[in-house]
């Protein structure tokens, strides 16, 4: 089992940037597929990002690509989502999730896939 813990987020107006954090505690995340997902006021939650086990093969949301990146630091057992020019629609509360299993495509794209998630962190983009 392993817990996951946002950090990071806050207020920024639109063309900023910010980077998010998700320490994990209890397992190394070289044993996961990790995830970053938003869920905004009255909306589902969405897919962000997501990168394999292996680190190989980062996946993202059409409307996040060229502006957000996600990373790993194995040692420090944390997983990264840095986001830049930011806008306004990017206002969500964001999640880090790890998912036991491996896989790419549609799958890391359902939240349902993920097993353990955080408590998540607000970010808030003014226009």
């Known amino acids: 089992q392993v817990q996951l813990v946002e950090s990071g987020g806050g207020l920024v107006q639109a063309g900023g940037s910010l980077r998010l954090s998700c320490a994990a505690s209890?397992?190394?995340?070289?044993?996961?597929?990790m995830g970053w997902f938003r869920q905004a006021p009255g909306m589902e939650r969405e897919f962000v990002a997501a990168?394999?086990?292996?680190?190989?093969?980062?996946g993202y949301t059409d409307s996040v690509k060229g502006r957000f990146t996600i990373s790993r630091d194995i040692a420090k057992n944390m997983v990264y989502l840095q986001m830049n020019s930011l806008k306004p629609e990017d206002t969500a509360v964001y999640y880090c999730?790890?998912?036991?299993?491996?896989?790419?495509?549609?799958?890391?794209?359902?939240?349902?896939?993920?097993?353990?998630w955080g408590q998540g962190t607000q970010v808030t983009v003014s226009s």
């Open positions: 990168v394999r086990r292996n680190g190989l093969n980062p």
């Open positions: 209890g397992r190394t995340l070289s044993t996961y597929t």
């Open positions: 999730a790890a998912a036991k299993s491996d896989f790419l495509g549609l799958r890391r794209r359902s939240p349902r896939e993920y097993d353990y």
